[in-house]
Antibody, heavy 127, light 107 residues
Framework: EVQLEESGGGLVQPGGSLRLSCAASAFAFSGSWMSWVRQAPGKGLEWLANIKPDGSEKYYVDSVKGRFTISRDNAKNSLYLQMNSLRAEDTAVYYC????????????????????WGRGTLVTVSS | DIQLTQSPSSLSASVGDGVTITCRASRSVGNYLHWYQQKPGKVPSLLIYAASTLQSGVPSRFSGSGSGTDFTLTISSLQPEDFATYYCQQSYSNIRSFGQGTKVEIK
């Protein structure tokens, strides 16, 4: 079955670190852009970061730039998010998502969207 | 970074009503605008991509339109299973972003 499964969430103190993992199954992970998206309790979706299939390009939202690092191991079909200097406002469910691209008839370019999501892992930052 | 602003933030409607949700981008995103539905306790699911292309398996009562900075998601006749939160998302920039969401509630 094509799926993503996150792990590594939990309770961490402010200022602490945590590493999230996302295991991919039954699709060509090594050819896929991948993203991390989070959702604070009762709030909306926030895109955090993405990474090119070969890991050579990475992009981040300003709110986590310098604190979070996205990485991948294609040999292990795994995506990671290293989170440092955690704050209370980082408390959220963290999802990994496949950033799939397709061409659309009548339009130029490749259209990227999130077509596959994991079920998420909860990170709670609290003392 | 590109900001997406949805309106309204929430709305109440009845089964059978037509509903329109708007998403405005802080600068042009061409047609690189997509819509997702999220039900409580569930992960988001893709409804529409490239502004107006229906994802496979999505009912035809959902439609999208727009380009540049202004986009709409329309549900022609609300069904009980459509009560959820809807998000727009852009992929014009490598720095992706979502709108803040529109919650559609039962009147």
């Amino acid at each position: 079955e094509v799926q993503l499964e996150e792990s590594g969430g939990g309770l961490v103190q402010p200022g602490g670190s945590l590493r999230l993992s996302c295991a991919a199954s039954a699709f060509a992970f090594s050819g896929s852009w991948m993203s991390w998206v989070r959702q604070a309790p009762g709030k909306g979706l926030e895109w955090l970061a993405n990474i090119k299939p070969d890991g050579s390009e990475k992009y981040y939202v300003d709110s986590v730039k310098g604190r979070f690092t996205i990485s991948r191991d294609n040999a292990k079909n795994s995506l990671y998010l290293q989170m440092n200097s955690l704050r209370a406002e980082d408390t959220a469910v963290y999802y990994c998502a496949r950033d799939d691209g397709t061409m659309v008839r009548g339009l130029t370019g490749v259209y990227w969207y999130f077509d596959l999501w994991g079920r998420g892992t909860l990170v709670t930052v609290s003392s | 970074d590109i900001q997406l602003t949805q309106s309204p933030s929430s709305l109440s409607a009845s089964v059978g009503d037509g509903v329109t949700i708007t998403c405005r981008a802080s600068r042009s995103v061409g047609n690189y605008l997509h819509w997702y539905q999220q039900k409580p306790g569930k992960v988001p699911s893709l409804l529409i991509y490239a502004a107006s292309t229906l994802q496979s398996g999505v009912p035809s009562r959902f439609s999208g339109s727009g380009s540049g900075t202004d986009f709409t998601l329309t549900i022609s006749s609300l069904q009980p299973e459509d009560f959820a939160t809807y998000y727009c998302q852009q992929s014009y920039s490598n720095i992706r972003s979502f709108g803040q969401g529109t919650k559609v509630e039962i009147k």
